[in-house]
């Protein structure tokens, strides 16, 4: 197969590689990093601190995204490009696609990761299940309650400028 990345993009892929790599440095912090780049220049990184601040979401991608929102003041990305050391896993995946980055370019894939003990291909399938069919249950409002939380999100919509485009 022939070598689809740049020199830039191999240049920044081996940045968020090395942001990996120091995690073997620090106990407890697990190999990721990641970065996004706005026309040309880094703008943001991120390491998993996952262990060290007790969050679940503190995912490298995640916090590449987190520290380029508070110094960009924007939570759209369409002019980015995110780097990350492996493939993501689906929360931040989909995280991506809420910032609107165009293009990820990832090192290691998800079958690396899988077979180095994380769990992202068992949850790429888990989430391609029926909500029923997943292993968390997921309990859905009915009546009064379900109304209410929809009637929220229909006031907040009807605030809008422009009038919503269903996303079905």
Request: net charge negative.
């Amino acid at each position: 197969m022939p070598e689809t990345l740049s020199e830039a993009d191999r240049r920044f892929l081996k940045r968020a590689i090395d942001l990996s790599r120091h995690s073997l440095e620090d106990e407890g912090k697990t190999p990721f990093g990641a970065i996004i780049v706005i026309d040309g220049e880094i703008v943001s990184e991120g390491n998993s601190s996952v262990v060290e601040k007790s969050d679940p979401t503190a995912h490298a991608e995640i916090m590449a995204l987190r520290n380029a929102g508070s110094k960009l003041g924007r939570h759209l990305m369409p002019d980015g490009v995110m780097y990350a050391s492996s493939e993501p896993c689906p929360m931040c995946l989909v995280a991506c696609y809420w910032a609107r980055l165009p293009r990820i370019v990832f090192g290691a894939t998800s079958e690396d990761v899988a077979v180095n003990g994380f769990e992202d291909l068992q949850l790429y399938r888990e989430l391609a299940h029926p909500a029923n069919q997943r292993a968390m249950r997921e309990d859905v409002a009915e009546g009064a309650l379900h109304e209410e939380a929809a009637d929220v999100l229909r006031e907040w919509a009807a605030l809008l400028p422009e009038p919503v485009v269903p996303k079905m």
